[in-house]
Nanobody, 124 residues
Framework: QVRLVESGGGLVQAGGSLRLSCVASGGTFSTWTMGWFRQAPGKERAFVAAFGWSGSNTAYADSVKGRFTISRDSAKNTVYLQMNDLKLEDTAIYYC?????????????????WGQGTQVTVSS
């Protein structure tokens, strides 16, 4: 059974940084594409970033390009999301997810296992 546990969320001032982590278990991490999504109050869950297992390809939402970086450590079965220059609109619950796609999938329906999420709050 796939299990994903996110951590690293918290309260940060605008312009600050946070690093989220997601530890995966219950399968073969090296063949999983890992994604980060976020859901703000009253909004639908939205794609943030993904790291495909085939060719180490990555993808980002336009709103986070140049500020967020996704990476993975196969030895630790962990995917990270480094978030810099945080803005008020980055406030959301951030979810880690697994996809069987070999590429950095950007579509929510491509992911079939989800973590419980970690809250990120950016204050002015």
């Amino acid at each position: 059974q796939v299990r994903l546990v996110e951590s690293g969320g918290g309260l940060v001032q605008a312009g600050g940084s946070l690093r989220l982590s997601c530890v995966a278990s219950g399968g073969t991490f090296s063949t999983w594409t890992m994604g980060w999504f976020r859901q703000a109050p009253g909004k639908e869950r939205a794609f943030v970033a993904a790291f495909g297992w085939s060719g180490s390809n990555t993808a980002y939402a336009d709103s986070v390009k140049g500020r967020f970086t996704i990476s993975r450590d196969s030895a630790k079965n962990t995917v990270y999301l480094q978030m810099n220059d945080l803005k008020l609109e980055d406030t959301a619950i951030y979810y880690c997810a697994v996809s069987a796609s070999p590429w950095a999938a950007m579509t929510l329906s491509m992911y079939n296992n989800w973590g419980q999420g970690t809250q990120v709050t950016v204050s002015s």
